[in-house]
T-cell receptor, first 114, second 115 residues
C-alpha cells in the first residue's frame, strides 16, 4: 500500500544544534513532496515542496530538504535550530496522477531546549 | 486580510446541537478542502470542492454537511455529532489547476469539542 512514514514521533534538540527530520514514502513513481509545519493551535504552513529538478530544495525559515530517490526519502534539515522552531512537522505526498489526493505523515513533534 | 481564515477558532457543542464552521480564502483559489485532524492520526481529507462543485467525499458521515456557495467560501454544517468527532477541523485552498503540483494552503483550524 502507498504510504508516508515519519519514523520519529518526537525529537528533542538543543537550540543552535542541527536538525534532521525523516520522511519516507512508498510509491511506484516519484511523487510530489511537501513539508508543512504546525505551531500549537495553528494550521499548517507550507515550508517547502519538491516537484522536479534539483533534489535539494530550499524553503522558508532556513529549512531545506533533500529528495533521495534511491532511499525513497525526503528529509527535512536545518543547520541551526531556534526556539521558535518548536512545532509539529508533517511530510506530505501527492502521488503522480493523484491530483488533490494529499497523503500526510503522522507528524514529528520537535522540542527545542535552551 | 490575507490567506485562509476560519471561524470560530474554538467550538464546544452538545450532541443535539447544530452549528456551522466557516472558511474563507483570500488567495483567488478555485479549490477548497475540509480536513479532520485527530490526535495521533494523520490528517484525513473529508471533502473537496472545485469551482463550487463537490468532487470528493471521503466516506464522511452525513452528520457533516459541506456547502460551497462560491470559490471563496466554504462551510461545514454540523448536526447530531458524536464525541469522537471532537478534533481540529482544517480548511485549505489551492489554485485548482488539475495538476499534481497544485499546492494546498491551510487555515488555522477550528478546535471542535463535542460533549
Amino acid at each position: 500500500a502507498q504510504s508516508v512514514t515519519q519514523p520519529d514521533i518526537h525529537i528533542t534538540v538543543s537550540e543552535g544544534a542541527s536538525l534532521e527530520l525523516r520522511c519516507n514514502y512508498s510509491y511506484g513513481a516519484t511523487p510530489y513532496l511537501f513539508w508543512y509545519v504546525q505551531s500549537p493551535g495553528q494550521g499548517l504552513q507550507l515550508l517547502l515542496k519538491y516537484f522536479s529538478g534539483d533534489t535539494l530544495v530550499q524553503g522558508i525559515k532556513g529549512f531545506e530538504a533533500e529528495f533521495k530517490r534511491s532511499q525513497s526519502s525526503f528529509n527535512l534539515r536545518k543547520p541551526s535550530v531556534h526556539w521558535s522552531d518548536a512545532a509539529e512537522y508533517f511530510c506530505a505526498v501527492v502521488p503522480s496522477g493523484g491530483y488533490q489526493k494529499v497523503t500526510f505523515g503522522t507528524g514529528t513533534k520537535l522540542q527545542v531546549i535552551p | 486580510e490575507t490567506g485562509v481564515t476560519q471561524t470560530p477558532r474554538h467550538l464546544v457543542m452538545g450532541m443535539t446541537n447544530k452549528k456551522s464552521l466557516k472558511c474563507e480564502q483570500h488567495l483567488g483559489h478555485n479549490a477548497m478542502y475540509w480536513y479532520k485532524q485527530s490526535a495521533k492520526k494523520p490528517l484525513e481529507l473529508m471533502f473537496v470542492y472545485n469551482f463550487k462543485e463537490q468532487t470528493e467525499n471521503n466516506s464522511v458521515p452525513s452528520r457533516f454537511s459541506p456547502e460551497c456557495p462560491n470559490s471563496s467560501h466554504l462551510f461545514l454544517h454540523l448536526h447530531t455529532l458524536q464525541p469522537e468527532d471532537s478534533a481540529l477541523y482544517l480548511c485549505a485552498s489551492s489554485q485548482g489547476t488539475t495538476r499534481d503540483t497544485d499546492t494546498q494552503y491551510f487555515g488555522p483550524g477550528t478546535r471542535l469539542t463535542v460533549l
